[in-house]
DNA sequence: GACGATACGGAATTGACGTTCCGATTGTCA
DNA sequence: TGACAATCGGAACGTCAATTCCGTATCGTC
């Protein structure tokens, strides 16, 4: 939660000064809450606001609202990926991907601002976290493959396309909050082997 | 394609002059292309541009952005709605509705900003057209879910909500144009209740 | 073909944000 | 405690896109 995003400065600089240090955690903070809120609509002011700092502070520690965005979606994506790599030990691949797609969905439910910029940047420029997160997933899909739960014709670039429907479906209006937990089931469901009813197209 | 969005004023209103509903027509073609292409973003000047007309024409017959973004997705609901109320005579409602899903998926891949409509006014204040599709919609499930076709806990509202999932991983970047079909795919195998693995969240 | 009434075009206006700037503060180190 | 550098705060600026305005051009009618 402190680790988040290296500071301003290329290497060496010398450690912030302590109200330098305090005010960029509590911009972190806002900014978190600001965008899982409103999305990457949510505005700087606003921001600035919630954590009880001028705009230029904000400005000071990152010099675009498209770097703070980048910034926190990256350390979340880190963040999935961490939590992911510890399901490679387990026994029982399919369980394990289940179980990191329900975590996933929990994180694109929480934050609108994730599945935004998910969504933006598809396959193009992955961020570390994303490419991390994108390996364990490809490892969990082909051991589940092998064990014949998961249908043979899915692909890693599908996960992603999948999750972007669950976070899209969550970030408006709806009628239960707990929508998605529908919509993520149904689509686990059409994933299983045993539920295909023929090939994926190419 | 010509009985798009009624005139302007209320009722009783005289028809527009020929240069005024010449215009009209362009203008309504251009939205649909520019909104098509880039969503909700595409830029009133655009539209004008491409309808090779003033901006002004362009307010003149609707009266702001958001009032021609909601006319053209009303007009094309109450398309894809008279395309489902065809469905109802067919006897394999399971067939019809995939075949709707489908056909509904092809509208949104093909339409950026409706995808965005759809998402950003989920179950609040649907337009006519969209209510017409839920009813349809819902006779559908009902009669699939009589033959056993369809898995049991399936409401009407889960399908907007899918619907929007598959236009959003739509609307950006993919690898390939048609990973779209992946997905609903995968939907609809999930759809079945073969695949059901347990009862969905209430 | 002359006269309103309509409609048109597009420059100008407005409002909303992101970003920059700079005088005032505050932390750090001697 | 004093001096200097790092930070702040938030007003001011610039840009971009929606919307308005109004002089000009067209249509429909007599």
Redesign the pocket.
């Known amino acids: 939660m402190s680790q988040v995003v290296v500071p301003p400065g290329d290497v060496a600089s010398?450690p912030?000064?302590?109200?330098?240090?305090?005010?960029?955690e509590k911009v972190i903070a806002a900014a978190r809450a600001a965008f899982a809120e409103q999305g990457?609509?949510?505005?700087?002011?606003?921001v600035?606001r919630r954590a009880?700092?001028?705009?230029?502070?904000?400005?000071?520690?990152f010099?675009?609202?498209?770097?703070l965005l980048e910034a926190l979606s990256e350390d979340t994506f880190a963040r999935i990926a961490e939590r992911a790599r510890g399901k490679l030990d387990r026994e029982d691949a399919w369980a394990a991907f289940e179980e990191l797609m329900w975590e996933a969905g929990d994180s694109l439910a929480g934050d609108r601002a994730l599945t935004e910029v998910m969504a933006a940047r598809a396959p193009g420029a992955p961020c570390p976290g994303q490419l991390e997160l994108t390996d364990i997933v490809a490892e969990l899909i082909r051991r589940a493959q092998a064990t014949g739960d998961m249908r043979p014709d899915v692909v890693v670039e599908d996960v992603p396309m999948l999750m972007c429907g669950v976070g899209s479906a969550t970030s408006r209006p709806h009628p239960c909050e707990e929508a998605w937990r529908r919509h993520l089931a149904i689509l686990i469901d059409g994933l299983r082997a045993s539920a295909a009813s023929g090939r994926l197209a190419r």
Chains 1, 2 share one sequence.
Request: no cysteine; proline share 3%; hydrophobic share 30%.
């Open positions: 010398r912030l000064r302590a109200d330098a240090r305090r005010n960029r990457r609509e949510a505005q700087m002011d606003d600035a009880e700092v001028g705009v230029g502070t904000v400005y000071r520690h010099p675009t609202k498209e770097a």
